[in-house]
């Protein structure tokens, strides 16, 4: 009986001392991404360390181990329970994670997200480049490459990440239009989140397809993947690899032309944007027509659908990988 | 105290302890643990993982092991889906709710009953049986759903996966209402008791009369009937399907099992340990996040956790044999 009252007191004094220690002001934030432990998302994470404590906004990334939704749902549900003024989310699947975004805003709680321009219950989305911007800039380099003819494939994240396939879909019209003698082999593969899956559909489709000169992968593990499978092939210099990838992964690649090139944006600047719009959004600044965000520049957002979108594109070749991958990308 | 551990089990009081001390050091250490929200959090979260556990369950007292069980969870939602949207979608009655979720129950019924069958009839071992039945159904479901996910269902939907009834959560409910079912089933009827007894050997239990390969096919059908509900609360709580939502709890489920003392090699198991071990791994996993811990050190955190479990129980089994000694 003793030992059980002492329990007692002891429960009763935790929750005495929890309650109490919440007493600060700083702004607390949590930014759930869509899979932890991978460089885009680590420079991610230091973008919102670093800006985090610029601007004094208590600001922390979640990574899930894998990229299920459902991991993503209970991430947000543990924000909202703990009570964070604002969630930035990089959606893994959009739809499923409406209902709990919802329940955030309803907790009133300001939601920020980043690739996820579907989503109805956010504050605001916030694109660093535009889907046919993006697509068209790496249709046009592949194009260059290929010199404008031969069989191309194509990755994509998943199948279920709109704006992979919605780049997909602008460099293919693209090309559909301009170079009518490039042919898109087979569908979309879903595996450039993926460096083995990625790899081996890359072997197999170039053993399928003995005429196959180009991938475009979209999705960060995708041109690495694929430029594993052209080095193994020894077809450097034959086969080109195009697609945003991190720098630092595949510096070495690049320079062995296993990767011919590619675009992308600076995840870590992306999160600074985070942590940028959510001191904002917390602060009561309004975001209209011509507005300057740092990180982002000057924008127009689309009110109506909750998006800002912009084309801050970094390109990646062996002159800028160097420079790139040291800022730790 | 020795009455109440007689009707609890040494288990239970086992992880009940470790229960307390999970709040304890979250209550202390994290500071918005102890709070309403929190375990609003907790009691939103545990039921999809408990669903899935219960349906685990079953089949591993019985010796085997269903690794289907998270595809046959999308399946039976993708049916649900797929009966809402050929009827109007975001304006389908719910009568066509009911329809879908009879056909979610159907079409659970029907992966785990082929399991069943094949388990129990061929004697190949329910490892590979099940996870043929995995790949079998996760590219039935891509192929299907082209990989995409199916969204926009009726609003009568969201209290079912969102809402609370007098404050406690619809979800919660109906977790406890499978959980009841399963502890009766395991402990009051005769198929609980087979299957235990198919677990601890089962050719004796076949000498014994038992009809166990109807048995078999009956816990492989149960344990698919049981991912088809929480198919349908998927369904609910991310207002989408999608083949693979919740691919990462598979191993969890296996975990929250032999937490909860259920014996890998069949035979024992029951179910008011197993939902307190659930309780503790969703705890852990909430106060890691309230804490703001790396999402795969949470993962290490449940893997020391299981291992410290085991150690400990060995510790336990010794102790009253040096007695004796």
Redesign the interface.
């Known amino acids: 009986m003793k030992r059980r009252s002492a329990?007692l007191a002891?429960?009763a004094l935790?929750?005495a001392?929890?309650?109490g220690?919440?007493a600060q002001d700083k702004p607390t934030m949590?930014v759930v991404v869509k899979i932890?432990?991978i460089p885009w998302f680590n420079a991610m994470e230091m973008g919102i360390k670093e800006k985090g404590e610029e601007l004094g906004v208590d600001a922390?990334m979640?990574?899930?181990?894998?990229a299920?939704?459902?991991?993503q749902?209970?991430?947000i549900?543990?924000?909202?329970?703990?009570?964070v003024d604002v969630i930035g989310v990089v959606p893994n699947?959009e739809?499923?994670l409406?209902?709990v975004l919802e329940?955030a805003r309803a907790a009133g709680i300001k939601v920020i997200s980043h690739e996820g321009p579907g989503l109805k219950n956010v504050d605001w989305n916030f694109e660093m480049a535009s889907a046919t911007g993006f697509g068209e800039a790496h249709a046009k380099l592949l194009a260059e490459k290929m010199g404008g003819k031969g069989e191309y494939a194509m990755f994509v994240g998943?199948?279920?990440v709109p704006l992979h396939n919605a780049w997909a879909d602008a460099a293919a019209a693209y090309l559909a239009e301009n170079y009518p003698d490039m042919k898109l082999i087979g569908e979309r593969y879903?595996v450039a989140e993926n460096v083995d899956e990625s790899r081996k559909t890359a072997l197999d489709l170039m053993a399928a397809n003995p005429e196959l000169k180009g991938f475009l992968a979209f999705g960060s593990q995708g041109p690495i993947g694929a430029g594993r499978a052209i080095e193994e092939r020894r077809k450097t210099g034959e086969v080109f690899v195009l697609g945003p990838f991190s720098p630092g992964q595949g510096r070495e690649m690049i320079k062995a032309d296993a990767i011919s090139g590619g675009f992308m944006w600076n995840p870590a600047e992306a999160g600074r944007v985070f942590v940028t719009m959510g001191k904002m959004l917390v602060d009561g600044t309004e975001i209209t027509e011509g507005t300057d965000i740092p990180g982002l520049g000057v924008v127009s957002p689309d009110v109506e659908n909750r998006d800002i979108i912009t084309d801050n594109l970094v390109t990646i070749n062996k002159d800028t990988v160097d420079e790139l991958a040291d800022l730790g990308l | 105290m020795t009455r109440l551990r007689n009707a609890l089990g040494g288990e239970v009081l086992g992880l009940i302890g470790f229960l307390i001390l999970v709040v304890i050091l979250f209550g202390l250490t994290a500071p918005r643990f102890l709070t309403a929200a929190n375990f609003g959090s907790i009691a939103f979260q545990l039921p999809e993982l408990g669903l899935l556990t219960l349906a685990m369950l079953i089949p591993i007292i019985s010796g085997g092991l269903n690794l289907a069980i998270v595809f046959t969870a999308n399946i039976a939602g993708l049916t649900l889906a797929w009966v809402l949207n050929t009827h109007g979608g975001v304006d389908a009655g719910f009568e066509w709710f009911v329809v879908g979720s009879l056909g979610a129950l159907i079409v659970g019924a029907l992966a785990g009953m082929v399991m069943g069958l094949v388990i129990a009839y061929t004697g190949a071992h329910p490892i590979l049986v099940s996870l043929a039945m995995m790949i079998f159904l996760r590219g039935l479901g891509e192929f299907l759903t082209k990989g995409g996910d199916i969204s926009g269902f009726p609003d009568y939907l969201r209290p079912l996966g969102h809402g609370l009834i007098l404050g406690i959560p619809v979800p919660l409910i109906l977790f406890a209402v499978a959980a009841f079912v399963w502890h009766i089933l395991l402990t009051r009827t005769r198929h609980g008791f087979a299957a235990t007894m198919i677990g601890s050997n089962i050719r004796a239990a076949a000498y014994s009369g038992i009809h166990t390969k109807r048995t078999l096919t009956l816990i492989y059908t149960l344990s698919g009937l049981m991912c088809a509900v929480a198919g349908i609360l998927m369904v609910a709580r991310f207002n989408s399907v999608r083949v693979g939502h919740g691919e990462a709890l598979l191993l969890v489920t296996v975990l929250a099992c032999f937490l909860g003392g259920v014996d890998p090699f069949g035979g024992f198991g029951r179910v008011v340990p197993v939902v307190i071990a659930l309780i503790v791994l969703q705890a852990l996993s909430s106060g890691l996040n309230l804490l703001g811990a790396n999402q795969h050190l949470s993962t290490a955190v449940w893997g020391l956790f299981l291992i410290g479990v085991m150690v400990l129980r060995w510790v336990a089994a010794q102790i009253p044999k040096r007695r004796k000694g």
Do not use: N
């Not at chain 1, 549900?77 to 009570?83: F, H, M, R, S, V």
């Open positions: 329990l002891g429960v935790s929750v001392l929890g309650t220690a919440w949590g932890g432990g922390t979640i990574g899930p181990t894998s299920d939704p459902s991991l749902v209970r991430a549900e543990d924000l909202i329970a703990k009570g699947d739809a499923a409406e209902p329940k998943s199948l279920t879903g």
